[in-house]
């Protein structure tokens, strides 16, 4: 039978009964004969009880130290699991990632995975035993822990499934899997049985919080079937039906895809933008590098960007930051931006929100930005910035509008068909 990855997030793991759901499924796929490693994420609010700790003793904690406060609650979950998975009978080790070696770079609390040796895995698969490994978590080459960042678990489980060329990673959740929109904007949001890597990586960008944005590059980097599955449905329910159930993220070429990509496959939302925009600034080489120079060097990204049209040598440069980086962001330029490019005034505002569609179907179909901006108008929805790429448009919008927009853009795609 087959090899899989099975992740399961910190809501699948939340209580001693959801991990013995969990370890009672795991011992299904086991008993139908496909060799498992499975990969859990601290219990649900664990790693931010973790953090808040931290910051009782030190309000900005050192991030190698926090990083080995942190990585705890993944050993706990993974532990505990492995035991419930030992009382079923069923042969389980549990891992922390430095004792698998998942080697990572040195960049705490952020860090990003070079390498995986998985010769201890194979070994436990061979003699019949199903790994349990922390995720969110590695070792640097100095043999300090680290940890990938939010949704890290999501990154570890594809990048085991890569190293062990597993036939598919399967992420287990809280929902059953990727939808049109966030069903709890718009109640006729239809379930996804298919979509694409490319796809998934769009709407990850633009608002979708179902899978994390890393973990999608890594697997479509690597080419590794990824089904997006809930974990709160009957355990016991056969394997037959839950190998066809979710949503499975795959490619273009993938002979299961419909013929037809839909013309736009789903709209996402993102709330925590915020714009900024540099007034009367210079229109000549190098003035875009010394606004965007000093936000990149402090780790701050930049999303849409749009340049006003020029007028007697003087231009306005507008573009989106997350919510939580405006203040700084506004502090860098205004201390160390404004001296040197001479501007008119820097403003920022924090009650923006940016609307995307998404679709592969947009490559081979005219009209598409036209009809979506004819149906924001038609709702007296202004669009204050736009950004596109070959199959992603994207808006930015006053936030209060977010949830209409996305209401009336699913609406007028036709997304709730079937």
């Known amino acids: ?34 060799d498992l490693v499975v990969v ?53 080790r549990s891992y922390a990632g430095w004792q698998v070696r ?61 190293a062990l060329k597993a036939a598919e990673c399967q992420i287990y959740t809280d929902v059953d899997g990727v939808y049109t929109t966030d069903p709890r904007i718009e109640p006729h949001a239809r379930r996804l049985r298919t979509i694409t890597f490319e796809e998934m990586l769009e709407m990850a960008s633009a608002g979708s919080k179902v899978l994390q944005i890393r973990s999608v590059e890594f697997a479509g980097r690597f080419k590794v079937p990824t089904r997006v599955l809930s974990s709160l449905t009957d355990p016991l329910v056969p394997v037959e039906e839950e190998a066809r159930a979710g949503t499975l993220i795959t490619f273009e070429e993938d002979p299961h895809m419909a013929m037809e990509q839909a013309v736009v496959s789903g709209v996402a939302a993102q709330r925590d933008e915020a714009k900024i925009t540099v007034h009367g ?71 923006m929100a940016k609307v995307s569609i998404v679709g592969l179907g947009m490559r081979s179909h005219a009209g598409i930005a036209a009809k979506m901006f004819r149906t924001l108008a038609e709702e007296g929805i202004n669009i204050q910035m736009i950004s596109t790429s070959e199959i992603k448009i994207s808006v930015v919008i006053d936030e209060k509008y977010a949830e209409l927009a996305v209401r009336v853009l699913h609406r007028a795609f036709g997304l709730e068909q079937g």
């Not at 090899?3 to 009672?24: F, H, P, W």
């Not at 011992?27 to 139908?32: F, I, L, T």
Request: with cysteine.
């Open 1 to 34: 039978m087959a090899l899989i990855v099975q992740k399961y997030g910190g809501t699948s793991v939340g209580s001693v009964e959801r991990i013995r759901n969990v370890a009672r499924r795991i011992a299904k796929w086991r008993a139908a004969g496909h």
């Open 40 to 92: 859990p994420s601290a219990m649900a609010g664990e790693t931010n009880r973790l953090i808040a700790l931290a910051k009782e003793i030190q309000p900005q904690p050192d991030p190698r130290e926090l990083d080995m406060v942190a990585a705890t609650g993944e050993q706990v979950s993974a532990g505990l699991l492995a035991m419930a998975l030992l009382e079923l009978g069923v042969k389980a």
């Open 102 to 162: 998942v080697l990572t770079d040195s960049a705490f609390t952020r860090a990003r995975i070079q390498a995986i040796d998985e010769e201890r895995l194979r070994r436990d698969l061979a003699a019949g035993v199903i790994p349990v490994v922390t995720g969110f978590q590695g070792v640097d080459a100095a043999g300090n822990v680290t940890t990938l960042g939010r949704g890290g678990s999501d990154t570890s489980a594809v990048a085991l499934a890569a």
């Open 281 to 351: 600034v210079p229109d000549r080489p190098g003035i875009a590098y010394g606004i965007f120079g000093p936000i990149a060097d402090a780790g701050i990204n930049v999303d849409v960007i749009v340049q006003n049209v020029s007028h007697d040598g003087m231009t306005d440069l507008s573009f989106t930051v997350a919510r939580g980086d405006l203040a700084r962001a506004l502090r860098i330029l205004d201390e160390q931006v404004r001296p040197h490019i001479q501007c008119r005034d820097i403003t920022g505002d924090d009650r």
